[in-house]
């Protein structure tokens, strides 16, 4: 009996296992339709997920169904932006409630999300993205339960967002707020109509309002236990604690939500009166270790809103920022800030967002015998502003890091002393009435040190004086170094408070004079720059990181107009050094334009005018360049642009002139993409000398025509015209000489140096060796000692490693067959006139007549036909060249034998006779 319930019971727990694994996979289907289907057709949105799983399992006896990177992208006017993603959602529910029926509501205990991402965006015409809710002609209930109609209903027990990120942006009233590596979590009964939520939250928090910084990733932490009353929309905070950086601060109040209305009433303090609370608002990056900093003195810092928010409604407010005869010190810092006032009050008295006030009545502290303060008061800061403020002060910089942990790698050195007033509304500043503001005020600093990690070498300021007047800012004097680097800078900037209120440019004149002006002392080399996430919404984004590694591009700023009279006895770039450098440089349009520049270089004289763009995303330039009597050897050895025009002009010594144009891309450190240049070249060369051991393509060629000695090439007044395009350069044909010989180059080559080179030349026959020049000398005609052959020579490879091939041997056989020829045809018309006299002195006036008819006696006719014979069978000459041993002297034909023997029997019988 008893084996027998042990049986019923394993076969009970089987089949329960069985149907838990095996109801899922039933379910699965109606889980994904009624989440999808439900969420869709109540929002003007696309909402999607890649995959859905649902167990019964890991939360039994409640199922968990799991969504995965879930995203709800935005329609018109926000079409395809992000509002939400996540990489992953998991619902806990009850069992029973995966058997509903349809129409029915499932409830929901439990949310967790991971990795999500809110970005709310507002519109400058006030839509906004999340506003995706569609009109339901259904009526609302209000049970103490959050619930759709036939969806699902939220009676949690507790909830968790892990790792999330969120972002407002409301480009109408510039504002941008966000909260990165946020982790929330509260835990409650959300089912009943009055309960309480115990929160925990942790995030940074960003802050960026008309663009000015008011909070950059500023950690926040807060701890509250959230009094929840839904039959009145009533939330209240009933026991809270808040960190924000280093700063603790405890809470109380109330949050009503009303149908027209959001009241609000909530007061905060500061949880102690410690100074160091004071240190606490500074970054923990700046302020450091400040539970070591020993503090007297109090600070404190309260506030209260109270009032009604609508839409032209915002609570009334009062913060109190408070300090008196504060200081502080850190332990392993020898100086101590001390006689710390404040005294700032941030109101708002009527609730009209315009109305807010900002009153500095005292803020001063002192290091040593250094003083400096500041008083203001800014009313109707939403409104047209109002603005009075005075700063004064002598302070030695050097004591600022004795007293305060600056950031690692940055030292001040120097003495300021500054005394400026200002006074203006913001109409003035709109309307563009400068004159009525009254700034005025002077600044200097002497021996001024700024050194930091951003910084090549360390900066180092002589003297800085700066007046103020209401349009203008004089720069009176600005001397200084860094490097090797010196400069001398006055002048004048204009619209100064058009620049800082009305987004409008910076009009300035400067003269700028150095004796040294070393490019190479500000460069530094490439480190990995942070990219936030741009505001607003991205198209696909669901985790979020905090940034990537890119490298920083060089940009003109847009808001710059202004014009540089410089002068400099050297200027430094590189490997090259330019002297005596004058011209005028004008900023303006995110373009850098150069013109009337003089400069001595290479022993020579550059003149050259060009910009420089960055408003494209590749930045370009154009520039002319005038040279005239430079180095060749050295400019074409030392700049890279022209080495790779003519690589081997490095081998020439002399001087030569030039006109160039070239336009082209930069890379991101300014200097030219090769690929995509393109120009023009003329250039006239004045050089006697050449080193072609230097040049391996001399080198080859001279291999490859032995009888030329390149050293010995006539390159006097050698004039060259190029092209380049797309980093391709093409030589018109030049021509050089050696001695008797006239060499035509022409050709091209990239800018990697693949070479494609032709030189034609007309050769001489007396260079191309001993055995042609005697056969010539056996012709014993003065008309063949002029004789010469066309040889191409075809240069290819590179010009490191360059392949040279040559026609001459050809060339050389056909001359020497042209002198067989020639030699073969003296012999014949040699022999033919041999034939001819004899001949004539043979028949002569001895010849008879026929004297009946006057025709040629028999004798004369066969002599006739003798000598036609030899001149048929000369004319006919054969084609076959035959040498004769070394000296080429040709075989005897078949001409010749045939004319011996008939010239032999002839002499034979004469002498007979």
């Known amino acids: 009996m008893k084996n027998k319930i042990l049986k019923i019971v394993g076969v009970f727990v089987l089949l329960v296992l069985a149907v838990l694994i095996a109801t899922p996979f039933f379910l699965k289907g109606k889980i994904i339709d009624l989440i999808k289907i439900n969420v869709n057709k109540n929002v003007n949105a696309t909402f999607d997920f890649s995959d859905a799983d649902l167990s019964l399992l890991k939360s039994f006896p409640n199922a968990e169904v799991r969504l995965d990177d879930i995203v709800l992208l935005n329609k018109a006017p926000f079409e395809g932006d992000t509002l939400f993603a996540a990489k992953q959602l998991s619902l806990v529910i009850g069992i029973p409630e995966l058997f509903k029926g349809a129409g029915e509501p499932i409830g929901v205990k439990d949310i967790t999300l991971d990795e999500a991402l809110v970005a709310i965006q507002v519109d400058t015409e006030g839509n906004a993205n999340y506003d995706i809710a569609l009109e339901t002609t259904q009526p609302e209930v209000n049970d103490g339960q959050a619930q759709t109609q036939d969806g699902f209903v939220f009676n949690l027990a507790s909830y968790a967002i892990n790792n999330s990120k969120f972002t407002y942006y409301d480009k109408g009233a510039k504002i941008y707020f966000e909260l990165l590596e946020m982790s929330h979590s509260g835990t409650g009964d959300l089912s009943l109509a009055q309960s309480k939520l115990d929160t925990h939250t942790k995030a940074l928090v960003s802050?960026?309002?008309?663009?000015?910084?008011?909070?950059?990733?500023?950690?926040?932490?807060?701890?509250?236990?959230?009094?929840?009353?839904?039959?009145?929309?009533?939330?209240?905070?009933?026991?809270?604690?808040?960190?924000?950086?280093?700063?603790?601060?405890v809470f109380d109040g109330f949050i009503k939500l009303n149908e027209e209305n959001q009241e609000i009433a909530i007061n905060f303090k500061t949880a102690s009166s410690d100074f160091k609370n004071f240190l606490g608002v500074i970054p923990e990056a700046y302020s450091k270790d400040i539970q070591e900093v020993t503090t007297t003195g109090a600070f404190t810092l309260s506030g209260a809103f109270k009032g009604i928010v609508d839409e032209t409604h915002i609570p009334k407010f009062n913060i109190a920022i408070k300090?008196?005869?504060?200081?502080?010190?850190?332990?392993?810092?020898?100086?101590?800030?001390?006689?710390?006032?404040?005294?700032?009050?941030?109101?708002?008295?009527t609730g009209l967002v315009e109305d807010t006030a900002v009153s500095i009545k005292n803020t001063s502290f002192q290091i040593d015998d250094d003083t400096f303060s500041l008083t203001s008061q800014i009313e109707q800061l939403m409104g047209n502003t109002k603005v009075s403020a005075q700063a004064a002060g002598k302070m030695n910089l050097a004591n600022l890091e004795k007293a305060y942990p600056i950031p690692a790698g940055m030292h001040l050195k120097g003495m300021l002393d500054a005394d400026i007033s200002t006074a203006f509304d913001l109409a003035m500043i709109e309307n563009k009435q400068y004159e009525r503001t009254r700034t005025e005020g002077k600044m200097r600093l002497n021996n001024f040190v700024y050194e930091s990690e951003?910084?090549?070498?360390?900066?180092?300021?002589?003297?800085?004086?700066?007046?103020?007047?209401?349009?203008?800012?004089?720069?009176n004097e600005f001397k200084g170094k860094t490097g090797t680097t010196d400069f001398k800078i006055n002048g004048t900037i204009n619209n100064f408070l058009g620049y800082l209120f009305n987004d409008e440019k910076v009009l300035g004149d400067f003269n700028l004079n150095s004796d040294t002006f070393n490019l190479n002392d500000f460069m530094v080399a490439d480190t990995p720059a942070k990219s936030n996430d741009s505001k607003g919404a991205n198209k696909t984004e669901v985790s979020t990181p905090e940034s990537n590694v890119s490298t920083q591009k060089i940009k003109i700023p847009a808001f710059l107009e202004v014009v540089f009279n410089a002068s400099a006895t050297k200027v430094v770039y590189d490997n090259i050094t330019l002297k005596n450098v004058k011209g005028t440089l004008k900023i303006a349009d995110e373009t850098a334009t150069l013109s009337n520049m003089t400069s001595s270089v290479f022993d020579g004289v550059l003149a050259f005018n060009g910009k420089v763009s960055t408003k494209d995303a590749a930045p370009t330039f154009s520039m002319n360049l005038g040279m005239k009597e430079m180095q060749i050897a050295e400019t074409f050895k030392s700049v890279s642009l022209f080495k790779a025009l003519a690589p081997i002009a490095q081998v020439l010594q002399g001087l030569f002139n030039s006109e160039m144009s070239l336009s082209g891309n930069l890379k991101d450190d300014f200097t030219p993409n090769l690929l995509s240049l393109s120009g023009d070249v003329l250039a006239n060369l004045m050089t006697k000398e050449?080193?072609?051991?230097?040049?391996?393509?001399?080198?080859?060629?001279?291999?490859?025509?032995?009888?030329?000695?390149?050293k010995q090439l006539d390159l006097k007044e050698l004039k060259t015209k190029l092209s380049f395009k797309d980093g391709l350069v093409s030589v018109k044909p030049f021509k050089i000489n050696y001695k008797d010989i006239a060499i035509n180059i022409s050709g091209t080559h990239n800018f990697d140096q693949k070479l494609d080179y032709k030189a034609a030349m007309e050769v001489p026959a007396k260079y191309?060796?001993?055995d042609v020049n005697n056969f010539i000398a056996k012709l014993n005609d003065p008309a063949m000692q002029n004789i010469s052959i066309p040889v191409t020579a075809n240069i290819g490879g590179l010009f490191s490693n360059p392949q040279v091939t040559t026609d001459l041997s050809s060339s050389v056989q056909r001359l020497t067959s042209d002198l067989v020829r020639i030699q073969k045809n003296k012999l014949l018309n040699k022999t033919k006139g041999q034939a001819r006299d004899f001949l004539s002195d043979y028949l002569g006036d001895k010849s008879e007549k026929d004297s009946s008819n006057n025709n040629d006696s028999p004798k004369k006719k066969n002599a006739k036909n003798i000598l036609g014979a030899i001149l048929s069978e000369s004319d006919g000459r054969d084609t076959v060249l035959l040498k004769r041993d070394s000296t080429l002297a040709p075989k005897s034909s078949k001409v010749e034998d045939t004319a011996k023997e008939i010239l032999g029997g002839i002499f034979g019988k004469k002498k007979k006779e």
């Open 454 to 475: 951003d910084m090549a070498n360390p900066v180092l300021l002589d003297a800085v004086s700066v007046t103020f007047n209401p349009r203008t800012v004089s720069l």
């Open 690 to 710: 050449i080193k072609p051991e230097n040049a391996p393509v001399l080198s080859a060629l001279g291999d490859k025509l032995n009888f030329i000695d390149l």
């Open 207 to 249: 802050l960026e309002m008309d663009s000015t910084n008011y909070l950059n990733k500023n950690k926040i932490a807060l701890d509250a236990l959230l009094g929840i009353d839904l039959t009145t929309n009533t939330y209240s905070f009933l026991e809270n604690k808040a960190l924000v950086n280093q700063l603790p601060l």
């Open 323 to 349: 300090s008196d005869n504060a200081s502080f010190k850190y332990p392993a810092l020898p100086k101590t800030v001390r006689n710390i006032f404040m005294d700032i009050a941030i109101t708002n008295t």
């Open 768 to 770: 191309l060796g001993a």
